[in-house]
């Protein structure tokens, strides 16, 4: 096995986020304070609360994630960003009514410190929401180098060496991969000729690799997966990461699906249908942004059930997928699931699954774990798509030649195999050692 050298993890990391005003990033912000502070604990975070075994299991060797691997430290993070409204963090919490005022009102003065940079927005691409602090240029590519400049500013500023950029804003219309996005040659033609097709979260990505700093996409939106993208991450030797944060619904499809393939169940249909009543679901209700979710989580079964390998069991099952905007439900997301299965001699049964959870609660740890692994990625020299964080998303972003994986427990196995690896410990097979 090739020994994997980890540069530490010296100073401070910092910590760009687009949509920085939003309910995942103002929740993500405020929850870490407070746990700072000591007002509350990382759950949901495996880079926090999780351990991870080295050796056999008679080693009882179980350390915590975070004391094993060579992670940067919460404390050491530094935050800031762009958002299309002027507001700082802790107004923009308020306005998001996720968190309760007993877990804002502790850390006010922290939360007020962060201010937005302005962003690159255009309606055409998030139709259903209008922002007035944003960037003008003419064209896309004098757009991405102001945000290149953001960056080093950033840096400077802060005195940091590393910095992670994280979108957790909100979905963009529907995009498909094109000629433009073929090439690094063609992308920075099309940025200077405004080709419709390069995104914002095309150029947030662009300006983030050229700087030399990973990028995670949060969201369905074609973005860093492009060649074009991709080719500049293997130029200057960046990880990138997506794309959209698996958290609610769909992360109970990747635990259910494995369990019917498993055992060997048929399914005959799967019926999911959302309400949600933040601004995701302001987005969301618009037939663009809808398609590109809609895409991203119609993408997990058929992968997990292979169909074509099991067509007694999986060929041709329906599979449909709504989001209801409702705006009484605010944050609160309630994710309904019809699923009917047969089993022996084909007799039929049905799982109903009713989640009522809280999105940006699911999305918060999520965040944590991408910025803390993404900056591990580039200390230990990787770089483009990471596909051991596949863990994260609905749907991941791989390599051309190779069938992504959805399987939440085969992403977990193959997550803690690769830090393992990171720190030159040897994988776990699960295999007896009699038998080794």
Known sequence: MKKVTVKNPEGKLGVLIVGLGGAVSTTFIAGLHNILKGYGKPFGSLTQMATIRIGERTENNFPFIKDYVSLSKPEDIVIGGWEIRNNNCYEAAKEAKVLESIDLDSIVREMERIEPMSAVFDKYY?????????????????????????????????????????????????????????????????????????????????????????????????????????????????????????????????????????????LEGWFSTNLLGNKDGVVLDEPGSFKTKEESKLSVLNTILQPELYPDLYKDFYHKVRINYYPPRGDNKEGWDNIDIFGWLGYPMQLKVNFLCKDSILAAPLVLDLILFMDLAQRAGMKGIQEWLSFYFKSPNHSPNIIPEHDLFIQQMKLKNTLRTIMNEEPITHIDTDLE
């Open 126 to 266: 998030v139709k259903r929401l209008d922002g007035d602090f944003v960037k003008r240029g003419k064209n896309k590519k004098e757009l991405a180098e102001q945000l290149r400049d953001d960056i080093k500013k950033f840096k400077e500023l802060n005195n940091l060496e590393r910095v992670v950029v994280i979108w957790c804003a909100s979905t963009e219309i529907f995009i498909s991969e094109n000629e433009v996005h073929k090439s690094l040659a063609n992308f920075e033609k099309g940025m200077l000729e405004n080709n419709e097709d390069i995104s914002p979260s095309m150029l947030y990505a662009y300006a983030a690799l050229s700087e030399g700093v990973p990028f995670i996409n949060g969201a369905p939106n074609l973005s860093v997966e492009i060649p074009a993208l991709l080719e500049l991450a293997e130029k200057t030797s960046v990880p990138v990461a997506g794309k959209d944060f698996k958290t609610g619904q769909t992360l109970i499809k990747t635990v259910i699906a494995p369990m019917l393939k498993a055992r060997m169940l048929g």
